[in-house]
């Protein structure tokens, strides 16, 4: 049995929820020590702790900003938020004594960059990717002092320092994944031989010329997989502070109900949407693998009894999950906000091929990420939805590239909102559509483009933001994809 514990930075946000990790990932370590019928290979992965990597990112607005004052009050404040978790996660002097020393030494050379950016004023994307590295190597360190004083063998590594390559894009950086895979193995077969655990930081690995990169937001649930794929998993555990994935966001609806399982294809289109953003790419590493993953809260209290190791460790009400299959149901009605409509027309766009090529190129080369696309068969108009950050920028390169020739017109709505419901069971079932927009519709809200790829995983459309909630709202209730609700969620007609 092969195993990656991935710890989210809510799960590991204070002393008392690190000790329960250790003592979680201790216990799998004992399980495994009792006989090589029981052979487990565990790997953990941490995020930063609590919102470290926001503190960090503010720690870097204000040296940019040349606030010295300010730059040194901030980096003293994550070194002493660290050092108190420390000491709350260690009793014993020695063990503490060398995990604080160790902390030390990272707290001192992040507060040495600080200060250089805010000397000079001056940050380029490569030192930004370093210095959110921090939070990582920070964590994973109390993590594996934590299980070292547990009497569990561990060993801390940063991505790098366990194999992940990766390309040069800093702040979005793709593994290299024929090289990362040769390094994750060579690494950690060692350790796994003899019994110890590694505690990698997430989030991070390095590009060809050693220089640190990450992989944006939320990349340490990247990183779990990615490392899960390496080294053969048979399961990844995703351990965080609110459970598994979610009818809908329970802010916006109430009796939204955790989803039991869904398969890999389904949780990709749902990392887009919804309440707990999972990183876009946690999934693909493990799409053509048999990998189970299961994305969970850790359980209330471990306790002993004939439970299985996993129920014991989890709080299997909430958990979901994620395999190569699942029930084909309607799983969840989400929605992205802060987005704008653009739509496109021109006369000499119909029939003329390369049109949308051009659209999208300079679009691309003005580094606009688009992320719904519709075109009539009638080929005047093409409609497209960017996020509202990008929105100017869009307008300002079709505009001068491409207003005149074959655009004839532009038009924007600023404030929209992607809906979509997600869910195998939408392939080949009939009606869904009409159930679907018909919901909405007798709500009242106007919908302003629908599209649905032909996997049918998903149908999608978009409306005004203000109407966003209504309209999943109505989604959720008309497929009865709530806890306590008896409408089906399977559609009843089938192709
Ligand atoms: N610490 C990083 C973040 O907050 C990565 C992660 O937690 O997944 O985005
Ligand atoms: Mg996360």
Known sequence: ???????????????????RGVATVSELARAKSSGPARRCDIVV?????GSTTDSLIELIATAKKRKKAETRRRTQAIAEAHKKVARGVIIDANARFALLASLEEDCDELAKLADGISQLGDLTRRSTDYMLSFGERLSTKIFAHGLA?????????????????????????????????????????????RGAVPVIGGFAGADQHGHTTTFGRGGSDYTATIIASCMGADEVWMINDVGGLMSADPQ????????????????MEMSMFGAKQLHPKTFEPLLSTDVSMTITRAAPEPSRGARTTQARHMDTRTATRVSTSSARTIKCAST????????????????????????????????????????????????????????????HT???????????????????AIVALIGAGMKGAIGVASRALGAVSKKRVNILMITQGSSELNLAFVVKESDSTTAVRALHSEFGLGGGSKKPRRPATRR
């Not at 092969?2 to 929820?17: F, I």
């Not at 992965?45 to 702790?49: G, K, N, R, Y």
């Not at 609806?253 to 869904?262: M, T």
């Open 336 to 395: 992205l906000r802060h987005n704008a409509l653009i739509d496109i027309r021109g006369g000499s766009m119909v029939g003329e091929p390369g049109t949308a090529a051009r659209i999208f190129g300079v679009l691309a080369d003005a580094g606009v990420n688009i992320m719904m696309i519709s075109q009539n068969p009638s080929e005047s108009s093409i409609t497209i939805v960017v996020k509202k950050a990008d929105l100017d920028r869009a307008i």
């Open 45 to 49: 992965v941490c995020s930063a702790i």
């Open 1 to 19: 049995m092969k195993l990656v514990v991935k710890y989210d930075g809510s799960s590991l946000s204070s002393a008392a929820k690190i000790r």
């Open 252 to 267: 916006i609806v109430r009796d939204a109900a955790p989803i039991p399982s869904v398969s890999y294809v389904e949780a």
């Open 398 to 416: 079709l505009e001068i590239n491409l207003l005149g020739s074959i655009i004839k017109h532009i038009e924007t709505v600023p404030n929209v």
């Open 149 to 193: 004083a547990a009497g569990t063998v561990a060993e801390a590594f940063t991505g790098s320092e366990a194999g992940i390559l990766t390309d040069s894009n800093f702040g979005e950086a793709s593994p290299l994944m024929d090289t990362t895979r040769l390094r994750v193995t060579k690494t950690l077969r060692p350790h796994l031989a």
